[in-house]
């Protein structure tokens, strides 16, 4: 769980300080993965074309 303190009545600061350590949580990709069901075959499918994309793009990060 995400902690964060109020210091001198500044609660737009404190906002913001929560909404960077609850994206960095991770919990917002977690909701979005757990929002349905894939089947196996698709999460599959699924990770192979991330890898493909990812392996496509660090394959053009170090021609550079």
């Avoid at 960095?24 to 994309?53: A, L, M, N, Q, T």
Wanted: zero cysteines.
């Amino acid at each position: 769980m995400v902690h964060v303190s109020v210091k001198n009545d500044n609660v737009d600061g404190a906002l913001k300080i929560f909404k960077q350590k609850f994206a960095k949580s991770g919990v917002p990709s977690e909701i979005k993965k757990r929002k349905h069901y894939d089947k196996p075959g698709v999460k599959r499918r699924i990770e192979k074309k991330e890898g493909i994309k990812n392996s496509r793009r660090n394959a053009r990060r170090n021609r550079d």
